[in-house]
């Protein structure tokens, strides 16, 4: 019954900006750690950001440090990444995700729950 819906993406030209949201339904995530992820075609899952269940404390990859931002809103149940300064290099298919552990999110095993993912594309 849990499911983590994205929206937010799409096409954009190099230096815009996007606004990734993920809406959780079938329980409470108060207590979660959420992250983003991302794939390129031919490409490894990557990490890109986490935040902790109280919003505090978020972690970057060194590749969007300083342009994309995390956030969280508790009380709908949901979770944001704010994309600014954008490259091609960021084009990606984007991925949602929540787990009780941070470690979890930061390595991207374990995890205890996935969105479908959504498409990126920035062009030159």
């Known amino acids: 019954q849990v499911q983590l819906v994205e929206s937010g993406g799409g096409l954009v030209q190099a230096g815009g900006s996007l606004r990734l949201s993920c809406a959780a339904s079938?329980?409470?995530?108060?207590?979660?750690?959420m992250g983003w992820f991302r794939q390129a075609p031919g490409k490894e899952r990557e990490f890109v950001a986490a935040?902790?269940?109280?919003?505090?404390?978020?972690y970057y990859a060194d590749s969007v440090k300083g342009r994309f931002t995390i956030s969280r809103d508790n009380a709908k149940n949901t979770w944001y990444l704010q994309m600014n300064s954008l490259k091609p290099e960021d084009t990606a298919a984007y991925y949602c995700?929540?787990?009780?552990?941070?470690?979890?999110?930061?390595?991207?095993?374990?995890?205890?729950?996935w969105g479908q993912g959504t498409q990126v594309a920035v062009s030159s």
């Open positions: 935040i902790g269940r109280i919003g505090g404390s978020t």
């Open positions: 079938g329980r409470t995530f108060s207590s979660y750690s």
């Open positions: 995700a929540a787990d009780p552990s941070l470690r979890a999110l930061q390595v991207g095993t374990g995890v205890a729950y």
